[in-house]
């Protein structure tokens, strides 16, 4: 259980720096925010593998975390209208 309650913990700070780091009008809640972040985790880590900073099965670190929940904001933020 204690698995779960850190991926929202840490989905919600690293949602949250991404919101901070590329301003902008967001109507998002705290819930998309968690959402975010934890995406922005799952696409930091792919992309950190595909450029080979992590082995096969290694979390993403912090920073390829939010540099991944910023590029999903920024994509959301391009493909709204």
């Keep these: ?12 700070i690293v949602g949250t720096l991404a919101k ?8 998002h809640g705290c819930v998309v925010t968690v959402l975010l972040g934890v995406a922005g985790a799952l696409v930091g880590g ?15 670190g912090f920073i ?4 991944g929940a910023i590029l999903l904001l ?3 933020r391009k493909l709204k209208p």
């Design 20 to 27: 901070f780091l590329l301003p902008g009008r967001d109507s």
């Design 46 to 60: 792919f992309l950190g593998r595909t450029a080979g900073l992590y082995q096969e099965g290694e979390p993403a």
């Design 74 to 76: 920024w994509i959301g």
């Design 1 to 12: 259980m204690f698995g779960f309650i850190g991926w929202i913990v840490f989905g919600a």
């Design 64 to 67: 390829m975390a939010t540099i």
